[in-house]
């Protein structure tokens, strides 16, 4: 049973017996000056034992010039234990966390990549990047913290994987607005760890 949409001419919903609606999910079509896009990274080197609260391993950053909003709908962290922290130590941990106001270098260099080539446009978010260690720079302005996750005690080999998603109500960023991995809590002694990450968004 199919129900015409009043002023959008050929456009129609489909409901069920009991007037149910029946949802089903296309491709978008972005307009110019927008797009869906995804990134990762991530590092083979170890990040450093016992390393200090506040330090900045990846950055996200919209360009001051865009004119578009960034809406974020899903972010991965993946941890892998490299070498196992003292006995008894204490779970350092991990954010994601809003800044502005900054463009941290370091690191190395990520490409937003579309993830429909041939549909929107390239990505306003122009500057990615992550580091096994601190990214330099003029320090941030930092803001709220949007998650935060435990990067803990264990045997060799533990992987451990954190994701942030809401595609309905995502996290939004404008020109010169960014996101940071930081630490929340310095990492425990003696332990080394690696970690690989993958974002979702749109802009428009």
Not at 51 to 65: E, Y
Not at 132 to 143: D, H, K, R, S, V
């Amino acid at each position: 049973m199919g129900i015409q949409i009043i002023g959008n001419a050929g456009t129609v919903v489909e409901v069920d017996t009991n007037r149910n609606l029946y949802t089903r999910y296309g491709i978008p079509a972005y307009a110019t000056g927008q797009g869906g896009y995804t990134a990762a990274g991530g590092t083979a080197a170890v990040v450093a034992a016992a390393l200090a609260a506040n330090t900045n391993l990846m950055s996200f950053r919209v360009s001051g010039s865009s004119t578009r909003h960034i809406y974020i709908t899903r972010f991965t962290l993946e941890i892998h234990i490299a070498t196992v922290g003292a006995s008894a130590g204490v779970a350092g941990s991990i954010g994601l966390q809003r800044f502005t106001a900054a463009t941290p270098t370091g690191g190395t260099a990520r490409t937003a990549a579309r993830k429909d080539a041939a549909n929107g446009s390239a990505s306003d978010v122009t500057d990615i990047r992550d580091s096994n260690a601190a990214l330099t720079g003029t320090a941030p302005t930092w803001g709220d913290l949007l998650d935060n996750w435990p990067v803990p005690v264990s045997t060799v080999g533990y992987a451990a994987e954190f994701v942030m998603e809401d595609k309905t109500d995502p996290v939004v960023l404008a020109a010169n607005d960014g996101i940071g991995l930081r630490t929340q809590v310095a990492m425990a002694a003696t332990q080394t760890w690696q970690y690989t990450w993958n974002m979702d968004w749109f802009e428009r």
